[in-house]
């Protein structure tokens, strides 16, 4: 971790702080290209915009995948004030970002909130093998 990677936490962090005081869950993220300049940040807006999908890694992984082209996108890194989740994960990943540093992990979140929370989802699958395959054979090669 090097000095300008903490600078760039510490405003996650701050962002973090806005999304709180405006009413939100307390989250917050930023861009860094590969100039080290901040091109993009962001906050979590899930309680104001009534969006369940309003986390910020998840609005500057669209972000990052409408503006930056690929190389840039590879060699920019999102700070951000919690490791990311699974849905912003999954996006981070198809964004083409290049690097992901955090404060907060996940199992030290979830030491800061009281038990309980939404259950997981109750996934039941694979099934429809051969019919599924249709539609997704032969499309990524």
Not at 16 to 33: D, E, H, Q, T, Y
Not at 70 to 87: D, K, L, N, R
Not at 115 to 122: F, I, K, L, W
């Amino acid at each position: 971790m090097t000095p300008d990677d903490e600078q760039f936490l510490r405003r996650a962090i701050e962002l973090a702080a806005k999304a709180r005081s405006g009413g939100n869950p307390p989250f917050g993220s930023i861009l860094v290209g590969p100039n080290g300049n901040v091109t993009a940040e962001d906050h979590n807006t899930v309680l104001t915009d009534g969006d369940i999908t309003a986390h910020p890694e998840l609005k500057l992984a669209r972000w990052a995948a409408a503006n930056l082209d690929p190389e840039v996108a590879a060699a920019t890194t999102m700070y951000t004030s919690c490791q990311p989740c699974g849905m912003c994960t999954g996006a981070i990943e198809r964004s083409g970002l290049g690097r992901i540093v955090f404060a907060l992990s996940n199992n030290q979140l979830a030491g800061l909130k009281p038990s309980g929370g939404p259950p997981p989802a109750n996934l039941d699958g694979p099934a429809l093998f051969d019919e599924a395959r249709i539609p997704v054979q032969g499309y990524y090669t």
